[in-house]
Structures are given as structure tokens and as C-alpha cells.
């Protein structure tokens, strides 16, 4: 079967430019956090516009090297909610053209061009006709290539090119094989995918060519399903071309809302307990889907624009389905997070491209947008999973980690959300700061919680390391005396009035074994109010705690405790 793929070039940048309001003839870049990162580890460049690109910036280059390279480049968050939010309006645009799409990640699609191209007359015709409604109905510019299996038709998309039946393996033969990360749906898979074109081509398969000539049985082995799936790609081939496929009764789950949900955080919740019944099936069968189709039901009188957004009206309300491809074969399939995850983001794609098609409402200001998510009720939510094969890879151990001990307390938190509230179970994210609470903030378990501070910046005058294990609900007041029983007072220039001996509490009195400090701590000194002026002291006791202290007006407290 032949695929037709399109594509909109450096997609984050793009979407990030438009929700940003700034013209696309800037030079931009989209920073994301370093693979092999932790906390702290700091950012680099995972897409650069054509502007950014002429003039030096290249993806893998750390915030100042792009800079060096280009001191007028804004650098904008990476955020996959809004690239997939913003992305709807181009999958929209190119199903007036073609029906049975798939989303394979936000800025590409994957299409079935076999009837379309009988239907416009030729497949040259059919990319015209796809990157003239993508221009007219949201002013993007797009490419598309067609050819037989999935990696030959992206890599001719970026080409804006037509491989003629059959040519598919010569055009891929003199390929890198580090070409396969572009025929991978699920940006987790990437890393996995790049660490495997690496191995090849130290065991010098340079080349797609050299990959799809070893014998078949021999990669398998050797490789296991992802050297399979890369394998058939270089030949290629494709494990499931796009093309709408009925679903068995007992792979698809729904919910009818009620009440509707009137918010795209309510049903999102909906969305979570239905994305764990669905993996609960596959996982119980030992399989993994290759596809997810996601439908939605408003109600009678809803404006999510029914002809407008490519869904069917019932009763009044509108049916809106999308199919995500979920690359099984490179990644191992769909869990449970990751099916919300593109669950959510639908559903804020559908919603915002309502948002624009009603009269007086501007983007990020109007109804369902990410300021704003109110919407038209959605009374029905359906997922399915589709193109299922066994998950012969990706079974969990026996003991250890991946025993099913996390997934479980996973499917227990989310049962609480779903009876008390999606904020009533809450987690903690780190986030840039200089004072232990600072660094931390609550979010509701099993959502990203947006935009918090970068904690890969300096921050000149933090704490230092080891950061402390706990903090109390409350800073508890408390008093640090000398030997003589006297209040230690840290002065402006940092002159203690004696050495710590003992700190008492409300509960307790203990001795001071050892200490370190003071550290000053300064912040927004030049506001009106002075800002926070503290001074920080580590204090280990004979008790066996170890506590950071803070004086603040003269007075101390606890701040937090360490191990």
C-alpha cells in the first residue's frame, strides 16, 4: 500500500512562534531538557527554525552556544501539549482532502494515498492538493512525499518528493541508518532508536542498504523486535500503512459523562481512568497497540463545530475521532500516562480550534483555550486500541522495578482522584529556586505541572548541596543560644554574636555537635518592601537530627530537616 506523508517543517518552532504571537521570519529555537539528564541538568536545543538554522543554531547545542552562534535567537519552552494542540488545525485542513488520517506526532501525518491519488489523478496531484489546503486553511507551509512504507515516504516528505511503486528500498539503500529516528511516532522511542542505529554502526552497518540485506531470522535474534522493526522499514516495508480497521468490542472502552464535562481538566480525568481500564485489557492479553483511535461525544447544541471539525452530528451534538499511531515497534507500546497524554492533548487541539471558529474569540484569551478551557460539554469519551501485537518485549519482571509495584500504586492513586478530585492526590515536581520550599512545588499526580521555574539556571546564592530531606507543613519558630545560653544573632555583615550550643523548640531542647554557615540569602532587595532577607545555618544535634535553620527579623526557625 502506498503512504502518503506530510509534513510541516521544525513543527515546535512553529507552533511555539504562533502561540507566542511573534512573526515566523524570527530566528527561534525550542529548548528541551538534555537526554541522560537529571535535575539540573540543563537544556539544549531540540528545534531550530530556517532563520536560526542560516545563521549557525543547530539542534544538540546547549542554550549559550546558541546564542554565540546567534544573539537575536529567542528561545521558546518545549511543550508537546502545545505542539499537538496547535497541530489540529493542519490535520483538519488536510482531511478535506484525504479521510482516514493518522496524527504520527504533532507536525507529521500519515495518510492513505492509494484512493486519494485514483481520486485527484495522480499522486503528484494529491501532495498538491494536501499542501494547498494546509496554506489555505491555516498558512503553513507543508511538504509531502509518497512512496511504499512509512520511513521511505517521511524521509520523501522532507524531500517534498514522489518515490515511484517499488523504488522504495533504492531510495533508502545509501541512506544513514540513523535515518530510522525519523519513522519514530513516540518521541520516548528516540533515544532507544538513536542508541540502536549507533551499535549498527559500530558493527559497521552504515548504511540502510547494509541493514535490510542481513537475512531476516539472523536480525531477530540478534536484535530482538526493534532490529526487526528497523529492518523492515529499511526494506521498505511497513508493519501498518495507514487505513481505518474495525476494532474488536473487547479493545475499546467508553464513558458516557455525566454530569458533561465543561472543562478540558475534567474530562482529562475521564480520559485517565479510561486509559488505564484500556491498558489493563492489552496488558491482561500481553499485548500492545499499534494505534489509538480517541472519539469524543458533545452535547446537543455544543460548539465544538461538528462539519467544521470533521465529525459527524448525532442528535445534535458533535462526534469527533482522531487515530494516533503509537510505535509499538521502536518504543514498546502505549502505557497507560502515555495514552492520557495524547488523550489530553486531543482533546485541547479539538477545543482550540473550536475556540478559534467562534465569532470574538482571539487565541489564548477566548473560550477553550489553555488561559480559559471552558468548552462545549462533552457528554461521551470513547478510546480504542487498534493494529494490537504481542508485547513480547515488554512483559514485566518477576521482581525488582518493573514488577508491577508502581503500576499498581499508580491505578490506587488514580482511583482516589477519580472519587475526591484530580487535586486531592498531589505529587511534588522540583523546580529552580534558592530556599528548600522554593524548590519544590505540589501538582496534581499524573499531570505535568507547565511552566515552573528552570532548575537548570544558576541561581546564584542557593543553598548548598545535599538538599534536605523534608520539610515541616510550617516553619517552626525555635531559638539558637550559645554556651552561655545567650541568642545567637547573625549581624548584616555576617558576625555571629557567638557559636551555636544549643536549639530549642517548642517540644525539644538539644545540643549543637556540629554546624555550618552562615549563608546569607537576598532576594528582590530593591522592591519596596526589602524583600526576603534571611540567613541560613546547618546544625546537626546530639539527638541525632540534623536541621537547616533560618533567621529571619532577628527571630529562627526551622526551615527543614536532613537526613
Do not use: K, N
Request: overall charge negative.
Amino acid at each position: 500500500m502506498r503512504t502518503a506523508v506530510l509534513w510541516v517543517p521544525d513543527w515546535p518552532v512553529v507552533a511555539a512562534l504562533a502561540v507566542a504571537g511573534l512573526d515566523a521570519h524570527v530566528p527561534a529555537a525550542v529548548l528541551g531538557a538534555r537526554s541522560g539528564g537529571g535535575t539540573g541538568a540543563g537544556h539544549s536545543v531540540v528545534a531550530v527554525s530556517a532563520v536560526a538554522r542560516a545563521q549557525g543554531v543547530r539542534r544538540g547545542m546547549r542554550r549559550r552556544q546558541a546564542q554565540e552562534r546567534c544573539p537575536e535567537v529567542v528561545l521558546l519552552p518545549a511543550d508537546d501539549a502545545r505542539d499537538a494542540r496547535e497541530f489540529e488545525p493542519v490535520a483538519l485542513a488536510a482531511e478535506t482532502v484525504v479521510a482516514g488520517l493518522e496524527v504520527a506526532r504533532p507536525g507529521l501525518l500519515l495518510l492513505p494515498a492509494d484512493g486519494a491519488a485514483r481520486y485527484h489523478g495522480s499522486e503528484l496531484a494529491l501532495a498538491r492538493a494536501l499542501v494547498g489546503a494546509v496554506a489555505e486553511r491555516t498558512g503553513y507551509e507543508s511538504q509531502v512525499g509518497v512512496a511504499d512504507g512509512l520511513l521511505a515516504a517521511v524521509l520523501a516528505a522532507r524531500e517534498d518528493a514522489v518515490v515511484p511503486a517499488g523504488g522504495s528500498p533504492a531510495f533508502l539503500a545509501d541512506r544513514p541508518v540513523g535515518e530510522l529516528v525519523h519513522a519514530t511516532c513516540d518521541p520516548g522511542g528516540v533515544a532507544a532508536v538513536r542508541e540502536a542505529a549507533g551499535l549498527w554502526w559500530r558493527l559497521g552497518l552504515r548504511t540502510l542498504g547494509d541493514l535490510a540485506r542481513l537475512p531476516g531470522p539472523s536480525v531477530q535474534a540478534r536484535f530482538g523486535d526493534q532490529g526487526a522493526w528497523a529492518q523492515r522499514l529499511a526494506r521498505g516495508e511497513d508493519l501498518r500503512p495507514p487505513a481505518r480497521r474495525r476494532v474488536e468490542a473487547d479493545l475499546a472502552v467508553a464513558e458516557e459523562l455525566d454530569p458533561p464535562a465543561l472543562r478540558v481538566d475534567v474530562a482529562t480525568f475521564a480520559a485517565r481512568r479510561l486509559a488505564t481500564e484500556l491498558y489493563d485489557l492489552l496488558a491482561a492479553r500481553g499485548l500492545a497497540c499499534g494505534r489509538l483511535r480517541i472519539t469524543a461525544r458533545t452535547a446537543a447544541g455544543g460548539d465544538l463545530g461538528g462539519d467544521d471539525l470533521g465529525g459527524d452530528l448525532d442528535d445534535g451534538g458533535a462526534v469527533l475521532e482522531r487515530v494516533w499511531r503509537t510505535d509499538d515497534g521502536a518504543a514498546g507500546g502505549m502505557s497507560a500516562a502515555r495514552i492520557t497524554d495524547r488523550v489530553r492533548w486531543q482533546l485541547e487541539g479539538w477545543l482550540t480550534a473550536a475556540s478559534a471558529r467562534r465569532p470574538g474569540s482571539g487565541r489564548g484569551s477566548g473560550p477553550g483555550t489553555a488561559a480559559d478551557p471552558v468548552v462545549a460539554p462533552i457528554v461521551y469519551l470513547a478510546l480504542a486500541a487498534e493494529d494490537v501485537v504481542p508485547a513480547t518485549t515488554h512483559q514485566p519482571g518477576l521482581w525488582g522495578a518493573d514488577a508491577g509495584e508502581d503500576a499498581r500504586a499508580r491505578r490506587a492513586l488514580g482511583r482516589v482522584q477519580g472519587l475526591l478530585g484530580g487535586h486531592a492526590v498531589l505529587s511534588v515536581e522540583l523546580q529552580g529556586g534558592r530556599g528548600p520550599r522554593d524548590r519544590v512545588r505540589l501538582v496534581p499526580f499524573g499531570t505535568e505541572g507547565g511552566a515552573g521555574r528552570d532548575p537548570g539556571l544558576p541561581w546564584p546564592g542557593a543553598l548548598p548541596s545535599p538538599a534536605p530531606a523534608g520539610l515541616p507543613d510550617e516553619p517552626v519558630p525555635a531559638r539558637v543560644l550559645d554556651a552561655a545560653g545567650r541568642d545567637v544573632v547573625v549581624d548584616a555583615r555576617l558576625a555571629m554574636s557567638g557559636e551555636p550550643a544549643v536549639v530549642r523548640d517548642a517540644a525539644t531542647v538539644a545540643g549543637v555537635t556540629g554546624w555550618a554557615g552562615p549563608w546569607p540569602l537576598a532576594e528582590r532587595w530593591w522592591s519596596a518592601g526589602g524583600g526576603a532577607r534571611r540567613v541560613y545555618l546547618q546544625a546537626v544535634l546530639d539527638d541525632g537530627r540534623a536541621l537547616l535553620l533560618a533567621q529571619s527579623g532577628g527571630a529562627w526557625q526551622v526551615e527543614a530537616f536532613y537526613d
